[in-house]
């Protein structure tokens, strides 16, 4: 009978030689990491090449992790995004210039009037359809709590250009939202 193995005894096995529990993990967690690769990605297709890097980066770095650091499920969340944010970058991501009067003029809230109340599939639609600066931050700072010094040094751009892009993407999703009568659905 085989019993499940914690991730801690998988990455024991795995560091030992036995490669099979690789597999065991990539099927445990592959549909963490695809969710988080879907909300930086374009589209499907350019999220399963991210989800596809993220686990190769895993599987070569796993002996770099450190249980004592935090969780596993943390760690891969975060080679994932690292493997999102190497690929943007290597398009060359391109930030709408930003208009620091936005910024400054702009109260910081954290509340996005309504999209808490989108379901995941519609939120992950509407952030797709962002530009990839406007998407890019708006990940960083909202889903995966980034600071602005954080998103200004992974993506080598000021924190005003990381304000005003996370200020611009939600006034882009706000305008989106109300006129598009989208359906809310809530729980």
Not at 5 to 20: A, F, H
């Amino acid at each position: 009978m085989d019993i499940e193995k914690t991730d801690i005894e998988l990455i024991g096995l795995l560091l030992k030689g036995d490669q099979s529990k690789f597999q065991k993990l990539y099927s445990r967690y592959k549909r963490k990491i695809f969710l988080v690769c879907l909300r930086y990605a374009k589209n499907r297709m350019e999220a399963e090449d991210f989800l596809q890097d993220s686990f190769i980066n895993i599987y070569n770095s796993i002996h770099q992790f450190d249980q004592s650091k935090g969780k596993f499920t943390s760690w891969i969340t975060r080679v994932a995004i690292n493997t999102c944010l190497m690929h943007i970058r290597k398009k060359s991501l391109q930030f709408i210039s930003s208009d620091l009067v936005d910024v400054i003029n702009s109260p910081h809230d954290d509340g996005m009037s309504g999209l808490d109340k989108l379901s995941l599939q519609d939120l992950t639609k509407l952030i797709q359809g962002l530009p990839n600066g406007y998407r890019v931050v708006f990940n960083m700072y909202v889903v995966d709590g980034y600071s602005h010094k954080e998103i200004a040094n992974q993506l080598s751009i000021s924190e005003s250009t990381s304000k005003s892009q996370l200020f611009k993407a939600r006034k882009q999703l706000q305008t989106i939202l109300k006129t598009s009568n989208l359906e809310l659905k809530y729980g």
